[in-house]
């Protein structure tokens, strides 16, 4: 059965950069799937931010693109996501999700993790 | 000010039914693109609830039903059960962001 599972810095200091990695066990992150990252701030709603496929293929939320980049490294099965200039209102539980279909749902999806900019 | 709109709450007492809506436009739901939708209990991850408009994952029970017109699609729940309670987002591919959207949510209380 296939896992997702994020970690990270819990804290970054503002202006700094976010960096996460979804680790994909039980199966392999070449499958014929792409990988996304989801943030939600808390008390609010969820924001797709980008996914990516193994090839490296990757698509971003236009609003975050300038800041956002997606990597993968199929010898670890996993994928990384990498945020930089972050402010206070990057702050939101991170979750990785597996994507499934052309105009994709997310059918698997880690237990996310809370990354705090503060200083 | 999300792409897909939902309402922000909705409630039903045991046993009820109630339907939760998601509004889009032609760059997403009404370009034909298909909606899905996510069940978020508090603490946790979302769950996906519906795929492809009104399919169930395995494991959803047949309470939960979804459906798609226009520019618009619904989340129907019959006989509410308190474990029902939580979020419900739902989820749509939009051309014109060339990306996946979500709804702003909707708390259900179950009275």
């Known amino acids: 059965q296939v896992q997702l599972q994020e970690s990270g810095p819990g804290l970054v200091k503002p202006s700094g950069t976010l960096s996460l990695t979804c680790a994909v066990s039980g199966g392999s992150i070449s499958s014929s799937n792409w990988w996304s990252w989801v943030r939600q701030p808390p008390g609010k709603g969820l924001e797709w931010i980008g996914e990516?496929?193994?090839?490296?293929?990757?698509n971003y939320n236009p609003s975050l693109k300038s800041r956002v980049t997606i990597s993968v490294d199929k010898s670890k099965n996993q994928f990384s996501l990498k945020l930089s200039s972050v402010t206070a209102a990057d702050t939101a539980v991170y979750y990785c999700a597996r994507d499934i279909g052309a105009d994709g749902y997310f059918d698997l999806w880690g237990r996310g993790t809370l990354v705090t900019v503060s200083s | 000010q999300s792409v897909l709109t939902q309402p922000p709450s909705v409630s039903g007492a045991p046993g009820q039914r109630v339907t939760i809506s998601c509004t889009g436009s032609?760059?997403?739901?009404?370009?034909?693109?298909?909606v899905h939708w996510y069940q978020q209990l508090p603490g946790t991850a979302p769950k996906l609830l519906i795929y492809?408009?009104?399919n169930r994952p395995s494991g959803v029970p047949d309470r939960f039903s979804g459906s798609k017109s226009g520019t618009s699609a619904s989340l129907a729940i019959s006989g509410l059960q308190a474990e029902d309670e939580a979020d419900y987002y739902c989820q749509s591919y939009d051309s014109s962001l060339s990306g996946s959207v979500f709804g702003g949510g909707t708390k259900l209380t179950v009275l």
């Open positions: 492809g408009n009104s």
């Open positions: 990516i496929y193994h090839s490296g293929s990757t």
């Open positions: 032609s760059s997403n739901i009404g370009a034909g693109y298909d």
